[in-house]
């Protein structure tokens, strides 16, 4: 998908313009390849759900998962920064 993204911003733009498209491209892609992985192992970290996994001498053993509560938060983080860059994106004239 990445190689056909810059293949369509290379073919859609101005020879003038072509090194600032594909420059914001990669800052923005390079930008969310740093910053998901990070925020979304937070999430994960610290909204976790223990989960029983077995018994070891009557004593149950917890296995803790990350929780729904992760997996949302996340998503939403994800909906609110695409609607937020897809306002930008309409705001740009040059």
């Given at each position: 998908m990445t190689v056909t993204r810059?293949?369509?911003l290379i073919s859609s733009a101005s020879r003038?313009?072509?090194a600032t498209m594909t420059g914001t491209?990669?800052?923005?892609?390079?930008?969310?390849?740093?910053?998901?992985?990070?925020?979304?192992?937070?999430?994960?970290?610290?909204?976790?759900?223990?989960?029983?996994?077995?018994?070891?001498?009557?004593?149950p053993i917890f296995y803790e998962v990350p929780g729904k509560e992760s997996f949302v938060l996340s998503f939403v983080i994800a909906a609110i920064t695409a609607f937020i860059v897809m306002i930008m994106s309409t705001k740009v004239t040059r």
């Open positions: 810059i293949t369509l003038e313009k072509m491209n990669t800052a923005m892609r390079l930008m969310g390849n740093t910053l998901g992985p990070v925020i979304a192992g937070s999430l994960e970290t610290t909204y976790r759900t223990p989960l029983l996994t077995y018994y070891l001498n009557g004593m």
